[in-house]
DNA sequence: CTTGACCTTGAAGTTAACTTTAAGGTTATG
DNA sequence: CATAACCTTAAAGTTAACTTCAAGGTCAAG
């Protein structure tokens, strides 16, 4: 079977080899076998756990939760824990799109109000953002 | 007219006095004027401006912006750099419920998926996270 | 046999927006 | 007049997720 150097690796994966090192400290990665000079030999799927790892981040999980999923797929663990750290992160996104999407209607509103022309005083915006509530 | 200490602007804005400071420094909030013995004393409207910052960073404008926005009002500026300011503000929530609401739908479905039984090895969830796009 | 492209480690720097710590001076209260 | 509760400054620490730097060892090409 093939093996990478550090490298390699990260043109595999597109992750930089201080971030695999970095990721190997963090225990997202394990520490992979060494050559005589004590170079880093990766194995091919050390190019999917990364992959995994960039995924996981786009879905907006933290290194902290990729690493508990890391364990759990590597101690292959208990499906339902798996679900809950899905479920929290959906969660969480469900309150970002819910508290965004307040600002949003706001500032698109109060944007529609302000001409753009004019001095700064009695400018809508800034008397939206000044606005108690 | 009524002054404070740095500590009773505090109480009122609910603003850290130390972060009251960190503001004067980052320029957010003008120097005050000071007594005899060098304490801070603030006029009133201080406390109008710490919650103009308060719902500005509400709203998801940087330290950056917020002063932006400050310095307009404190020149009198063009409310048209306003305007842009905010326009950019509204793009960058938008661009955020966007891909916040792609990764809502993706991940819900894969969750429906998931009984949330049985071993990590075939989950879902994992298995969506680790294809590739 | 030297040059350049790799690899090693550990430590420090980055960004944002503060907070905490250290080491003191001031003021109000009992 | 002592003590607690304020205030002052500058500097360092916090968090996340790396990146950059420093100082060096290794390896392939010419």
Redo the contacts with the bound molecule.
Sequence with gaps: MKT???????NQSG?????I???ERENLMPEPA???????RYPEDAVARLQF?IHA?QWG????EIRELLMLQDANGDRAEAKRIASEQLEKIRHQIQSLSRIEAVLSKTLEECSGEGPMDGCPIVEAIAQER
Tied chains: 1, 2.
Excluded: C, M, P, W
Aim: proline share 0%; net charge positive; no cysteine.
């Design positions: 990478f150097n550090i490298g390699e690796l990260s992750v930089a080899s201080h971030a090192r970095f990721y060494r050559t005589q000079s004590n170079y880093r790892i981040k999980f933290t290194l902290d």
